[in-house]
């Protein structure tokens, strides 16, 4: 168990592609630590930098007091869980767990008795003696759990591991892998695109975009506070709408908009902080129509045109509430909901 | 197809049945020929029922060879044909497997230069390149033994090329795993690459234990000594006696002895090949 810490991190590739653009971030022992942004944000290159997969171009990586930049992946007291599993195929799931302790110079007894204790944490004992292409996808993910875990490694480090399951069994594996690191407290990144597993599975997120830290810290934080319009529209689903200040402050017959920060031209309002119904605090009414309507079960998602823009907007209500198709909405939009941003520099304003 | 209809069955049956007939008659009539004496393939009416001398010519064959006609025993030729052969097909193995692994895995400088060379060697077989390789061997002192035998033929850019393709397709997170797990290169090579690549090398042994057994022109050119005379030399040697009458039993023998070994491997690795040949399982 460690701490790892990261100094201006940067990676630049051949013809000067910067793929990771200066990161600067400190995870503390035992805290679990998602890394998501879109593809191409540089989140997997700057987890495999700190693997060793990827050799740093810049700056320095810490895990624990030690500078590891320079060192081997084995020698970095790291252990990874990668997307496509990567079981070897040739090797009993025993093998495959056994494997790491056994080129560490184990011996067989201390061996044979890690195995089985993760092999019972995972619940996978009874395919310890088949091989990874007579297993399931979610059996698969727990063997590659399990190969991680055996060696008690002061990090661990994945790599989209949920990605290639079914939707279900994403869910039941994310849960299980929250358990189980809060259960073992070892340090852990995480890397995702999808910003629902992030939201619930880190202590804190570091929402990256083309190759810089945009916004770290805890997902309730993250999505109550956005630091700017990247993160705002990333984090939460169906995205924040964003509405231009001119065309609010044309339709809403209140003054509710002169004491936003200075600089502001953009608001961000989520989809479930627009009501049909006014509520009891100072609020803005705008009018819309209402060009979709999507039941999905539990919560409806109304995709309006705002009127006289064509603003696409998106609002989320619990229930089904009596619409239809076409239809003129009023919606209602508590003052203090509102997320002030400035367009140009696409952060938010006001501090 | 999957039209099933029963004039369509005896039909692709027929079809079938002539293709066997085509490619098994002359090995049949061969097998024949050794059963009979000397003289009864040269009377005019070809037996086609096997005859009783089987053993006679078979246990001389394999004993004491015919020496009127220079030719060793064929147990002898057998055995360099064998030796010869695996030496052949195990080498390029080898050879080949590592310098596709050290391409495909390891990043240094003229990698795809060196690539480039290895597979333009595919344009010089041994019979473009045979006069210089002839002089090389004779001048290493290599004529007449194993080393001479094998050595030229064992490069081989086709089974590089095979592996290098094969390499490609194995996912580079069984290799960064390997590298968390603590594995070096070599180790990573041993433990992983070698056994997920196992139906291929199985593959390539038959295909190259055959090219190798059916070598004729070099093993001409460097043996000299009996001693070191392989099956398809042996072969040709029976029937060169321009002078006599030649012994069709005894050559027909020698035939039927030569096509054992590969048939063997052949059936040997028959479920191993296919599968190397066609799947891919990762």
């Known amino acids: ?202 202590d804190r997120l570091v929402v990256l975009n083309a190759g810089q830290i945009e916004q770290v810290g805890t997902p309730m934080e993250i999505y109550a506070r956005p630091a700017s319009m990247f993160v705002a529209s990333f984090i939460g689903s169906p995205a924040m709408n964003m509405v231009p200040v001119e065309y609010l402050a044309t339709r809403s017959t209140e003054s509710l908009l002169d004491d936003l920060p200075a600089g502001t031209d953009v608001v961000g309002i989520r989809p479930d902080d627009m009501h049909l119904t006014p509520p009891s605090t100072p609020h803005l009414v705008v009018e819309s129509t209402l060009a979709l309507f ?3 079960g539990a919560e409806s998602h109304l995709y309006v045109r705002l009127s006289e823009s064509d603003q696409p907007t998106v609002i989320r209500v619990s229930g089904q509430p009596p619409v239809r198709e076409g239809e003129t909405l009023r919606l209602y939009v508590a003052r203090e909901a509102l997320h002030p941003f400035d367009s140009a520099s696409g952060k938010r304003t006001g501090g | 197809m999957v039209e ?72 002898l030729m057998l055995a360099n044909s064998t030796i010869m052969a695996l030496a052949i097909a195990f080498g390029k193995i080898t050879i080949s497997i590592l310098s596709a692994f050290a391409i495909v895995y390891f990043r240094f400088r003229f990698r795809l230069l060196a690539f480039w060379i290895i597979f333009i060697t595919l344009m010089l077989p041994v019979e473009v390149r045979i006069i210089p390789t002839y002089a090389v061997v004779a001048n290493l002192g290599m004529l007449n033994s194993y080393a001479g035998l094998t050595l030229p033929l064992i490069a081989s850019a086709t089974a590089t090329f095979l592996f290098r393709q094969f390499f490609m397709t194995v996912p580079e997170e069984l290799m960064e795993a390997s590298r968390v797990d603590g594995a070096g290169p070599m180790k990573f090579f041993k433990d992983i690459l070698l056994p997920v690549s196992i139906t291929n090398i199985a593959a390539l042994f038959v295909i190259m234990f055959i090219y190798g057994w059916v070598q004729y022109l070099w093993p001409l050119l460097v043996t000299t000594q009996e001693d070191f005379y392989t099956i398809v030399l042996g072969i040709k040697r029976l029937m060169a006696s321009s002078d006599r009458v030649p012994a069709w039993n ?33």
């Not at chain 1, 590891?68 to 195929?89: G, T």
């Open chain 2, 4 to 75: 099933n209809r029963r004039f369509l069955n005896v039909l692709t049956h027929l079809v079938l049945i002539i293709g066997v007939l085509v490619v098994a008659f002359p090995v049949y009539v061969a097998f024949i020929a050794s059963t009979h004496e000397a003289g009864a393939f040269v009377r005019g009416v070809i037996p086609l029922t096997p005859g009783d001398h089987f053993w006679a010519t078979y246990s001389q064959m394999l004993g004491s060879g015919w020496q009127v006609a220079g030719a060793p025993p064929v147990w």
């Open chain 2, 250 to 282: 005894l050559i027909m023998a020698t035939v039927t002895l030569a096509m054992v070994p590969p048939v063997m491997v052949v059936l040997l690795m028959q479920k191993l090949f296919v599968k190397g040949l066609t799947e891919t399982e990762k």
């Open chain 1, 1 to 202: 168990m460690a701490s790892i810490t990261l100094e201006g991190l940067k990676k630049t590739y051949a013809g000067d592609v910067q793929a990771v653009k200066g990161v600067d971030l400190a995870i503390k022992d035992g805290e679990f630590v998602v890394l998501v942004g879109p593809s191409g944000c540089g989140k997997s290159t700057l987890l495999r930098m700190v693997a060793g997969l990827e050799t740093i171009s810049d700056g320095t990586l810490k895990i624990g007091d030690r500078v590891v930049n320079d060192l081997e992946p084995a020698e970095r007291d790291i252990a990874m869980v990668f997307q496509n599993y990567a079981l070897y195929p040739h090797m009993t799931v025993y093998n495959n767990l056994a494997y790491g302790l056994k080129n560490r110079g184990f011996k067989k007894p201390e061996i044979e008795e890690r195995v089985r204790h993760a092999a019972r944490m995972l619940e996978i004992e009874e395919f310890l003696t088949r091989k990874p292409r007579q297993l399931s996808g979610g059996q698969r993910q727990r063997v590659a759990m399990g190969r991680a875990l055996v060696r008690e490694p002061a990090a661990f480090l994945f790599d989209e591991p949920l990605s290639n399951l079914d939707a279900k069994l994403r869910v039941q594996m994310r849960v299980e892998i929250k358990q189980l690191q809060r259960r073992l407290k070892t340090t852990s990144l995480y890397v995702t695109h999808d910003q629902l597993e992030a939201m619930t599975l880190g």
């Open chain 1, 294 to 296: 999507e039941a999905a």
